[in-house]
Every structure is written in structure tokens, then in C-alpha cells.
């Protein structure tokens, strides 16, 4: 089975044995190279880069595990510094101590030296110092970028299980309106909400949609809610522009065709109506809905509806940046106007 690069990183970045195993192989194969003496790699090349790297491993998870987490994670910048140079300092002595006064009781017969002084030695800590530090910080960051993408997700799931129920309410109302009146386009329309529901079970769980699907789906709910609605006082819905090839989330667009049916026809407005027109652009969609304000409902009720609340949270986790959204309480009506930057085949919630 082929393991992609993406799924590949986020083994390592899960697995901080395999973390600590790649960096410090890697680290013993490239000063084994830096420090031979000869073209060739010797078993006492080996030897020296094995001791070398003993102090530098030290000091490395000395930093990691005591002084990164006492003073750097609780923001002791200026104590954290010099403790870094103390302990750069430390690591340089115990080098050169190590190579000067206890290799030769250690390995008899190699007659090791420290090749470097101080300063040098203490150049080499400095950059695995900083070099370890970073890719811990990076490693917290990827995690936590992980963890928000995840959390996107139930939230998302959580969003729309709210949704889909207010949805399934107001489809049943209309279809019950219809039976209450005997009227014989009952099973056809058990049959479009029976499509409905499939819509809402199968396609609300991916995270994106082909974008003519949910239109249409609007469009049989429009249907269904026309059949409870006065000829005079119908919705009125149009579609401009080519909805073929692009994806959008769904239902991010019903929870506001909802509102206003329940204001615009509902309301008690003398003169009620609904227009609603969705424009398709090349790379964007704009949503344009108008309808009529009741006089029995309060100032600001649109933006509280638990079914925009909830579009509104979905669309700032699904398409940061990519959306705006104005909502307008006018004195006799309520305007909507959606804009959202859409892509084409988008299968998957960014950075997921």
C-alpha cells in the first residue's frame, strides 16, 4: 500500500519515538561525515561521532525537558536566555574535560583529542540548541492545527444535526397541510420529501457538494412550502449563471430560504412576498433574498434565528475569508445577501 507524503508527516509528527530516532540518526550519519579524518569512513570515525554527540544529546534534552517547559513555556524569556548560555557553557567544558582527561581510560589505545575549543565547541551546541527548540515548537504547532481541524469537524457535525431536524419540521408541516385537504399530490410530494431526506442523510456528511444538487434541493423545498401558500403570495426563485462543475457545503443557504418563509409569508404582513435569486459567477455565488417584515415580528429576530446563528458559525469554519455575509432590518423588510468564493470539485474541508 503507498503511503502519501501528508499521511507519511503525520506519522512522524504523531510518533515522537520515530521523531527522536530519525533526527538523532540523522545527526550521528552527517557529523560522522563532518568529522573523519580520511576520505573513507573508519571504525574510529565512528567511534569519535558516537562520544561527540553524548554531551550534545545531554544538553539538547536537558533544554527540552526542564528548561523549555520552566521558563520558556511560561514566558521567562530573559531567565530562559541565560540559562541557555550557562548551559552552552556546561556542555563546551564537559566536551573538552572528556576528551582531555577520561576518553583515554575509556577507549585505551585511540589516543582521541578535542579537535575544537570552546568557542567552536560551543557554536555546535548553540545551533542544536536552536535547531531542536524550533522543531519542538513546530511539532506543538502541527499538533494544534490538528487538534482545531478536528474540532471544526464536530462542530460542524454538531451544526448540522440542528439543522437537518428544523428542516425535516417544516417539510412535514407542508405535506401535512396537503393531506388535511385530501388533496392527491400527497404522494408525489412523500415521494420529493422522501428525496429530500436522502439529500439530507447522505450528502450533509460530506464536507462539500456539487453546488446544482443543493440548488435543486432549495428548489424542491420552495416547492413544497408554495403548496401551503397563496397563489398571489408565492415565492418567487430564480437561478442565473452555469452551476455545473463547482461544490459548495451543504445547507448553508437553506437555514436562510427558511426565514424568510417564516417572516415574509408568515409574518402577517399585508402585502407579504419572497424573492429569492441565486447568481453563479465563475469563481463565486452570490445569494439575494428580499422579503416582506411582519408587523407581529421584533426588530433583529432574523439575526437571532438558531438556524442563521448556526449558518453563520459553519460558514466562518468552512470558508474563512471566502464569505460575506449582510443582513439587513429594514423598517418593512429584511434583505440577505450572501457571497461565497467557490472552487471547483472541492471534496474536502481546507486544511483537513
Known sequence: MTISFKNSIQIIIRNRVLQHILFWSLSFLILTNILKVSVDIKPIDVIYSAIFLVPIIAVVYFNLRILMPLFFERQKYAMYSLMILALIAAGSGFYLILFDKWIDYIFEGYYFIAFYSFWDISLYFAIYLVLTSLLHLARGWFLLQEMETEKQKAELKALQTQINPHFLFNSLNSIYSLARKSSKQVPDKIVQLSDLLRHIIYDTDRDF??????????????????????????????????????????????????????HGLKGGADN?????????????????????????????????????????????????????????????????????????????????
Do not use: C, W
Not at 434541493?217 to 397563496?230: A, C, G, H, K, V
Not at 474563512?320 to 449582510?326: A, D, F, M, V
Open 272 to 352: 407579504a412576498f419572497v424573492n429569492i435569486r441565486i447568481k453563479v459567477f465563475a469563481k463565486s455565488l452570490n445569494l439575494e433574498i428580499e422579503n416582506s417584515k411582519g408587523k407581529a415580528v421584533e426588530p433583529g429576530s432574523l439575526h437571532r434565528g438558531i438556524g442563521v446563528e448556526n449558518v453563520k458559525k459553519r460558514l466562518d469554519l468552512i470558508y474563512p475569508g471566502r464569505h460575506k455575509l449582510k443582513i439587513k432590518d429594514e423598517d418593512n423588510a429584511f434583505k440577505v445577501h450572501l457571497r461565497i468564493e467557490l472552487t471547483e470539485n472541492e471534496t474536502e474541508l481546507p486544511g483537513s
Open 209 to 262: 457538494i456539487p453546488l446544482e444538487k443543493e440548488i435543486r434541493m432549495i428548489s424542491n423545498y420552495i416547492e413544497l412550502q408554495n403548496l401551503r401558500t397563496p397563489e398571489n403570495n408565492q415565492i418567487q426563485f430564480s437561478v442565473e449563471g452555469d452551476v455545473k462543475g463547482k461544490s459548495i457545503a451543504p445547507m448553508v443557504m437553506l437555514p436562510f430560504v427558511e426565514n424568510s418563509f417564516k
